[in-house]
């Protein structure tokens, strides 16, 4: 054997391989072979009086991999370390180079952001070697996360029965139960609308002498609708063509926002699919990456793409369906090291490929590839008319819209919401006088801003520069295992414990766990990889400000004491508390360690229907403020959850519990509605 690849996957290991021949070994290291060690100063595995000096071992259950990973290097002429093209891959590149003890002048490194023959066996031709900023950058990272994560996460276990901090997950904690607070002090306001009806549309009161109307009182809306008649002068009657864009390809954010909207994917689903989609799926005739690599920033695409996509829409669309390439808007804050989430190739259609997928895999296939097809497509257009009515002073609106080229909306417009609201023909609409069948008073209250989605945490996430978009799902997973948070109606909540942690952070670390110091932390990691930032002095400056922080709520911050039951212990007498555990509450005797009584639920649940998601069963369940609401009886591993109360059945159409909602049975997910 003369040449060695080492990949991550194993799936891509297999995939590579076919492509590079007998020449060739590829073998996976699984992902990382060594992390940090859980010795020294606080467990920390890093030395923080000697520059920070990490102190990495084999991870748990790798030593036989990292045995045959050596014995295959010995026996090669040359090593290709062709991990994912990020700053994660970078270092697992850089991790296998020293485990293995492979020479500067044995190894080369190779990225590509696909895994197609054509593109693998290219990026022999452009191998480098490490890029030790990036490197730099990602161990910064980990050795950040670590010192937070073990000295936070010790200290909320120790004070308030929370089970883990950290860097960014307790900032996005913050943003939840911040949320949750603006929600519970918010004081609603009445206002009203004034709406005439005639029949085939509806016109809303807007202005009144040329200025805003706002009515904040049924009697200001009375007083309106006593100076109004049921005839309404027709003041203007305006249509112009508007042209409406599709937009770029996906990015690591929006892929994941746009699967919880139109799929209902969690953003954790989503990676895993869109991983499978990327190593590659056995086609008979060919296994190929069917995607690009899918955790970037970027939203560019390559010119051959381009070109090949150009030519697909002229074939089966036409030359008028041709659009342009975006010009795309880049953040300082974007790493642009690769293209957007595209197809590998245009021509591999989802309808083409659909027998070699799974039903996950076909609708997030179908919406990367309807989304990059459409991104080069030419823009719709539509007639936008605007009716202005005219009754004593007050002026009615009414707007329509109708396209006339359906653009990229050809193969869009399953994903978008584009129906035609048409207004009738107003021809010589200036003799016209209209005649409203009835006009109505409608009363509104102001709402709250809603709770986060996983969608709009996700932008939330992105906008302020928390974090990273590869670790957008991995974040929101762990606030869900951890109880910190729980998902009803796809919207978070936050728990019990998610807001105690939270007060208890911002009350010794508010200078560190905000989205300020958070966005800062990222910025700073990247100068790091771009060489414009010392790493040493990022740690050293971020350790002196930390350190002293934990020492202090160490001696102040006082024990959240457990709430007592009223009962006290069979065996030993002391008070029976109320304690927080990985599946929820439990009573258990106040003088744990020492006795380990824990009392056993004795309520009986009743079982309203079988999850749909797991083998749980729905049960009633409470939030921390009492309100019932119904959930799965194996959360925290299922986090499915509704206001309403399911009535066992299924629905037709998407699988979901109907549920009994305002004396209808509906579907707790889609539109259906059970006939009476």
Not at 563 to 579: A, H, M, Q, W, Y
Not at 596 to 617: F, T
């Amino acid at each position: 054997m003369k040449n060695l690849v080492i990949v991550e996957s194993p799936h891509k290991s297999s995939t590579i391989e076919k492509y590079l021949g007998r020449d060739y070994k590829v073998v996976a290291s699984v992902g990382h072979i060594r992390d940090l060690a859980t010795s020294g100063k606080f467990g920390l595995g890093v030395d923080v009086e000697n520059d920070f000096k990490p102190n990495y071992i084999p991870i748990k259950g790798k030593k036989k991999l990292i045995t045959a990973l050596i014995k295959d290097v010995k026996n090669s002429d040359k090593i290709y370390l062709a991990t994912d093209p990020d700053r994660e891959g970078e270092a697992i590149s850089w991790h296998l180079k020293e485990a293995l003890d492979i020479n500067d002048k044995d190894y080369e490194r190779i990225v590509f952001n696909e895994i197609t023959k054509n593109v693998v066996l290219d990026s022999f031709n452009n191998a480098r070697k490490i890029d030790m900023d990036l490197v730099k950058s990602q161990e910064t990272r980990r050795i950040l996360d670590r010192i937070i994560g073990f000295r936070l996460s010790k200290l909320m276990q120790s004070k308030t029965g929370g089970k883990s901090a950290g860097r960014v997950q307790s900032a996005v904690l913050k943003l939840i139960v911040d949320r949750e607070r603006e929600i519970e002090n918010f004081v609603e306001e009445e206002y009203y609308t004034i709406e005439a009806d005639f029949n085939d549309f509806k016109a809303e009161l807007d202005k009144y002498n040329g200025k805003k109307v706002e009515i904040k009182s049924l009697v200001e809306a009375d007083n309106i609708l006593n100076k109004l008649s049921k005839s309404f002068n027709i003041e203007s009657c305006k249509t112009q063509e508007k042209t409406k864009a599709s937009k770029p390809v996906f990015k690591t954010s929006t892929l994941q926002q746009a699967a919880v909207n139109k799929l209902g994917f969690p953003s954790s689903k989503t990676m895993s699919i869109a991983q499978k989609l990327y190593e590659g799926i056995d086609l008979k005739s060919e296994t190929v990456g069917l995607i690009t690599y899918m955790r970037t920033d970027s939203e560019r695409v390559s010119p051959v793409f381009i070109n090949e996509t150009f030519e697909f829409i002229k074939n089966n669309y036409g030359q008028d369906y041709v659009g342009v390439v975006k010009k795309t808007k880049k953040k300082e804050t974007d790493q642009d090291a690769h293209e957007g989430i595209r197809p590998t190739s245009i021509k591999r259609t989802p309808e083409s490929i659909k027998s070699f997928l799974s039903n996950d895999e076909y609708k997030l296939y179908s919406l990367i590839y309807y989304r990059a097809l459409a991104s080069l497509m030419a823009n719709a257009k539509t007639n936008a008319t605007t009716l202005i009515l005219e009754n004593n002073g007050y002026n009615f609106k009414a707007t329509g819209s109708v396209v006339t080229f359906d653009g990229y909306l050809k193969v869009f417009s399953s994903y978008e919401d584009t129906k035609d609201v048409v207004l009738p023909n107003f021809a010589n609409y200036e003799s016209k006088v209209l005649v409203a069948s009835k006009i109505d008073k409608i009363q509104h209250f102001t709402k709250p801003l809603p709770r986060y989605t996983e969608s709009s945490l996700i932008k939330e996430m992105e906008e302020l520069g928390i974090g990273r978009p590869s670790t957008y799902a991995n974040t929101l997973k762990t606030l869900k295992d951890r109880s910190y948070v729980t998902l009803i109606e796809k919207k978070f909540h936050p728990t019990e414990i998610g807001i105690k942690t939270t007060d208890k952070l911002q009350e010794y670390f508010s200078s560190i766990i905000n989205v300020e110091y958070t966005a800062k932390m990222e910025d700073d990691l990247d100068l790091i990889a771009e060489s414009k930032e010392n790493n040493v002095k990022v740690l050293k400056d971020f350790y002196n400000e930390f350190e002293p922080l934990v020492e202090d709520a160490f001696t102040n911050m006082e024990k959240a004491e457990a709430e007592k039951t009223g009962e006290v212990c069979p065996n030993c007498g002391s008070d029976l508390v109320i304690r927080n555990g990985r599946y929820g509450k439990f009573v258990a005797c106040s003088n744990y360690p020492e006795c380990k009584y824990i009392k056993k639920e004795e309520k009986i649940v009743e079982n309203l229907a079988k999850c749909p998601k797991c083998d749980g069963n729905i049960i009633e369940r409470k939030t921390r403020r009492g309100k019932a609401f119904y959930g799965c009886s194996n959360y925290p591993k299922c986090d499915y959850a509704s206001w309403y109360k399911p009535t066992g059945e299924i629905c037709p159409n998407c699988k979901d519990l109907l549920v009994e909602k305002k004396k209808e049975i509906v579907c707790n997910s889609c539109d259906y509605k059970k006939e009476n």
